[in-house]
């Protein structure tokens, strides 16, 4: 499972990466790569322990971009 983990966290990464590096919600970033969004929440905690995200909360809506 893990193995899986990293290679959804390297398609988050990619994702942001040629985005622009632009803050995207998890629901966008699901959309983008073709995963489930409980997925998604699993690479972006890979990526966050890792400090390649930065995290914003904007109301209900969780956005995430990559640190600079």
Not at 30 to 43: F, M, P, Q, V, W
């Amino acid at each position: 499972m893990s193995s899986n983990v990293g290679e959804i966290a390297g398609q988050i990464w990619n994702s942001l990466s040629s985005s622009g590096n632009k803050p995207v919600s998890l629901t966008t970033l699901a959309k983008n790569i073709d995963r489930k969004k409980e997925e998604i929440a699993l690479g972006v905690g890979w990526l966050a322990r890792e400090g390649k995200l930065h995290i914003e909360n904007i109301g209900a809506t969780i956005k995430v971009a990559l640190t600079k």
